[in-house]
Nanobody
Framework: QVQLVESGGGLVQAGDSLRLSCAAS????????MGWFRQAPGKEREFVAA????????GYADSVKGRFTISRDNAKNTVYLQMNSLKPEDAAVYYC???????????????????WGQGTQVTVSS
């Protein structure tokens, strides 16, 4: 089992950047595919980005493609989400998620990830 702790959220202005981090416990981080999801008030949790165990396969939601970058450092047991050109509609609680094994074809689905962090708030002012 893996435990996930997100950090890096905060209040920024539109156009600014933030980097979220998700630190994972345990010695087998490299065996987990990782994802980032977000949830705004009154909305369902939505997929943002995902990365395979080695980092060789990456996927993004259309709404963030070209602005957000997911990466991982298996030596540091950490996955990152670099968010550039932030928009007010990016404001949400951002969650890190993990699944043991390969990134599946359902990686945009929250149900595909059994392990979740507690979330970090991102607020974007216009």
């Amino acid at each position: 089992q893996v435990q996930l702790v997100e950090s890096g959220g905060g209040l920024v202005q539109a156009g600014d950047s933030l980097r979220l981090s998700c630190a994972a416990s345990g010695r087998t981080f490299s065996s987990y595919a990782m994802g980032w999801f977000r949830q705004a008030p009154g909305k369902e949790r939505e997929f943002v980005a995902a990365i395979s165990r080695s980092g060789g396969r990456i996927g993004y939601a259309d709404s963030v493609k070209g602005r957000f970058t997911i990466s991982r450092d298996n030596a540091k047991n950490t996955v990152y989400l670099q968010m550039n050109s932030l928009k007010p509609e990016d404001a949400a609680v951002y969650y890190c998620a993990a699944r043991s094994g390969a990134l599946t074809n359902y990686y945009i689905t929250a149900y595909d990830y059994p392990y979740w962090g507690q979330g970090t708030q991102v607020t974007v002012s216009s």
